[in-house]
């Protein structure tokens, strides 16, 4: 009888941590979250030499049980020496977003996401200093991977996308691309509270 009452309460008890494990894993309506990507890449060739340094951090916020709002910006800098010429490229992009969750609850979830970000651009080589300006509509897929309550990997790829440049000097000019290869691989952590 002992033994029966002893399996009895180890089910109860294993069935009490997998319930809960199962609702605090994943996102469900309410849920905040902060998350972000950050890179930095130097090489040299010679007297060639580049850098570049980017963060990129967001902020979003569950609406229902599927769909999430959210706020972005990013900066990137990039500097090249090529000889007697240095150039120095920054970008600040600030954007809102809008996704769809097709398994939110669980500990792995697909994504599509919506964006529309505006994009200011300046170039400087020394001689020329402009600035370009423009917006950028994107859909891309993406996942994340809980690896706990609170902490999730996320990737997203690839875009469908639209996107106007305004340059100081030049031409405007508009692009429309798609690409789901995994050379645009972005890669970021998220924390859930």
Same mark, same amino acid.
């Given at each position: ?9 180890? #089910? ?42 980017? #963060?990129?951090?967001? #902020?979003?916020?569950? #609406? ?17 020496? @090529? ?66 309550? @609170? ?34 691989? @972005? ?7």
């Amino acid at each position: 009888m002992k033994k029966l009452i002893l399996t009895a309460i180890a #089910v109860l008890a294993f069935s009490a941590v997998q319930a809960q494990d199962e609702t605090t894993e994943g996102f469900t309506k309410g849920d905040a979250f902060i998350s972000g990507s950050f890179g930095f890449n130097s090489s040299s060739t010679g007297d060639d030499k580049t850098s570049s340094f980017s #963060v990129s951090p967001r #902020v979003g916020y569950f #609406v229902s049980e599927n769909i999430t709002v959210g706020a972005r910006i990013s900066y990137q800098t990039i500097s090249q020496e @090529n000889g007697a010429i240095d150039t120095d490229t920054n970008t600040i992009t600030a954007g809102a977003f809008g996704r769809y969750y097709f398994t939110p609850a669980s500990k792995f979830s697909i994504f599509g996401e919506f964006g529309i970000d505006y994009q200011s651009i300046n170039f400087d080589n020394g001689t020329t200093d402009s600035t370009t300006d423009g917006f950028a509509l994107t859909l891309r897929p993406g996942v994340s991977y809980f690896l706990n309550n @609170n902490f999730a990997l996320e990737a997203a790829w690839g875009a469908l996308s639209y996107a106007t440049a305004n340059p100081d000097q030049g031409e405007s000019s508009d692009n429309f691309s798609i690409g789901l290869n995994l050379d645009n691989i @972005n890669l970021g952590l998220v924390y859930k509270f």
